[in-house]
């Protein structure tokens, strides 16, 4: 069954300092892995979404990479602002009983300091 | 462009009571899910639709139902609430490979 665990689950930073968040998964049978945001009270906006052929994908000041092989994919955030605070969630998409789900982590909860 | 539409925003229920969550999408997209969200669970998959007429369930599918008679719209009933449903619920399409859009979600409370 596949697990997505996202690490850590908190995380504070003085703003511009350049950070990593990391999401890792179980299975790597993966059709493609996506990146979001959600701001408290709101739903979910995506922020990046890489292809299993895919290594990385670019927008902006985030990056994200994907690394099948090991089931891990890491969101950088350069030079991070007061506005970027928010949970920060991936999920995978998998194929299961001949249908396509997404299987979500639990998100690391983003403060940035001004 | 609304995008995923959800309502209510807020509602509170008692036990046993029976409601429909709506939710509906302007964008042709043929793949329908929801989702509810509880602390430190992420989000997790009642049911889900790859078109108008065809539904199935997701992970959590006890107590839910739900029908897709348009591409447009995806309601969610709750049969007969227990307050172990009090959750934010997420309704949320996309096309295949694409990114999914979600909507603003709806927080329930069973009381």
């Known amino acids: 069954k596949q697990e997505v665990t996202q690490i850590p689950a908190a995380l504070s930073v003085p703003e511009g300092e350049n950070l990593v968040l990391n999401c890792s998964f179980t299975?790597?049978?993966?059709?493609?892995l996506q990146w979001f945001r959600q701001d408290p009270g709101k739903g979910l906006t995506s922020l990046l979404l890489?292809?299993?052929?895919?290594r990385e994908q670019t927008s902006g000041r985030l990056n994200a990479s994907l690394d099948k092989s090991s089931g891990r994919s890491t969101l950088y955030i350069a030079a991070s602002q007061p506005g970027d605070s928010a949970t920060y969630l991936c999920?995978?998409?998998?194929?299961?009983?001949?249908?396509?789900?997404?299987?979500f982590g639990t998100g690391t909860r983003l403060k940035v300091l001004a | 462009n609304a995008g995923v539409t959800q309502t209510p925003k807020f509602q509170v229920l008692k036990t046993g009571q029976s409601m429909t969550l709506q939710c509906a999408q302007d964008?042709?997209?043929?793949?329908m899910s929801w989702y509810r969200q509880d602390p430190g669970m992420g989000l997790r998959l009642i049911h889900y639709?790859?078109?108008?007429?065809?539904?199935d369930q997701g992970e959590v599918p006890n107590g839910y139902n739900v029908s897709r008679s348009t591409t447009e719209d995806f309601p969610l009933r709750l049969l007969s609430a227990a307050p172990s449903q009090t959750s934010v619920y997420f309704c949320?399409?996309?096309?295949?490979?694409?990114?999914?859009?979600f909507g603003d979600g709806t927080r329930l409370s069973i009381l």
């Open positions: 299975d790597s049978a993966i059709y493609n």
């Open positions: 999920a995978v998409r998998v194929l299961t009983s001949g249908t396509y789900k997404y299987i």
């Open positions: 639709s790859v078109g108008a007429g065809i539904t």
């Open positions: 949320a399409s996309g096309r295949s490979g694409q990114p999914q859009h």
């Open positions: 964008m042709n997209h043929e793949y």
């Open positions: 890489i292809q299993s052929s895919q």
